[in-house]
């Protein structure tokens, strides 16, 4: 699957990708973990993944180059001294109406360890399906994350 076919997965960095050493710290450094990459790779299966996170682009490119995938797009931009609850809601909801595909978006997945009542209150409003998973900061993108996705993805196609 790809956007072309109205289906997304966006992915936060820190607290999914890369796990917090501790609930609360900022991650300061990157820890790339195998298993994560295979979560990863999964998820690029099931639908184009773009990155929802502030990390730079080069880090970014680490992290795919790393876990032996293409380069994802980034749907980052967003004003540092502006803080929502939810942090990566601005960015993600402009990537999406920049990049709509034709005949709009089918399904969005967004896994992120920051989504708070703006995030769900923004997904209840959309008129496409939306898929919000939330992993602990300090255990990161799992396994049950995936398929949730999986199935979510399968069950709105």
């Given at each position: ?79 540092p001294f502006v803080r929502p609850l939810s942090p990566n809601l601005p960015a993600v909801s402009a990537w999406l109406t920049v990049h709509e ?57």
């Amino acid at each position: 699957m790809s956007a072309s076919t109205g289906a997304v997965v966006l992915l936060d960095v820190d607290g999914v990708v890369n796990p917090l050493w501790r609930p609360g710290a900022a991650a300061t450094r990157m820890r790339i973990d195998a298993a994560v990459g295979a979560r990863v790779r999964r998820l690029a299966g099931l639908a184009e993944v773009v990155w929802a996170t502030t990390w730079d682009a080069g880090t970014r490119a680490t992290i795919t180059a790393t876990f032996g995938l293409p380069a994802f797009r980034a749907a980052t931009a967003q004003d540092p001294f502006v803080r929502p609850l939810s942090p990566n809601l601005p960015a993600v909801s402009a990537w999406l109406t920049v990049h709509e595909p034709p005949g709009g978006w089918r399904a969005v997945a967004w896994i992120d360890d920051e989504l708070e009542g703006d995030a769900r209150a923004w997904a209840r409003e959309q008129p496409f399906l939306v898929q919000l998973v939330r992993p602990d900061p300090v255990q990161g993108l799992q396994d049950a994350h995936v398929d949730l996705v999986e199935q979510f993805l399968a069950a709105g196609a």
